[in-house]
């Protein structure tokens, strides 16, 4: 069993526009959405990249770091574009950050962001 969870939820984009978009945590898979709202899953306490990926169509990814005993929730949202970039392109979502919950009691921050320039 991990030590941490992510929780990512589909936003206000249709959990069914993103069923079968594959869920990498590095160069693990984690799974896939599967036309739910929201996905959870057990992995390790530390630095991670969480990426989200649909075929060749579009890529989104961000540095984490989710201390023990927590797990992180993300949120897809579409990123910002005057021309109304469908979810077929690249770049076209973010993941951003709704907070942290702990597993179990602890007075630890749990689970933040990472900029990208951090290695």
Do not use: F
């Given at each position: 069993?991990?030590?941490?969870?992510?929780?990512?939820?589909?936003?206000?984009?249709?959990?069914?526009?993103?069923?079968?978009?594959?869920?990498?945590?590095?160069?693990?898979?984690l799974g896939r959405f599967d036309g739910e709202s929201s996905v959870t899953y057990d992995?390790?306490?530390?630095?991670?990249?969480?990426?989200?990926?649909?075929?060749?169509?579009?890529?989104?990814?961000?540095?984490?770091?989710?201390?023990?005993?927590?797990?992180?929730?993300?949120?897809?949202?579409?990123?910002?574009d005057p021309d109304g970039v469908g979810i077929s392109l690249i770049g076209a979502h973010?993941?951003?950050?709704?907070?942290?919950?702990?597993?179990?009691?602890?007075?630890?921050?749990?689970?933040?962001?990472?900029?990208?320039?951090?290695?």
């Open positions: 069993m991990s030590d941490a969870a992510i929780r990512i939820s589909t936003g206000d984009i249709d959990p069914e526009h993103l069923r079968g978009a594959q869920i990498m945590l590095g160069d693990v898979e992995i390790p306490a530390g630095r991670h990249v969480l990426i989200i990926r649909e075929g060749v169509g579009w890529v989104t990814a961000t540095k984490l770091v989710v201390r023990h005993g927590y797990c992180a929730n993300l949120h897809l949202a579409r990123r910002d973010v993941l951003r950050r709704d907070g942290q919950e702990p597993i179990a009691e602890s007075d630890e921050p749990g689970a933040e962001l990472l900029p990208h320039d951090v290695a």
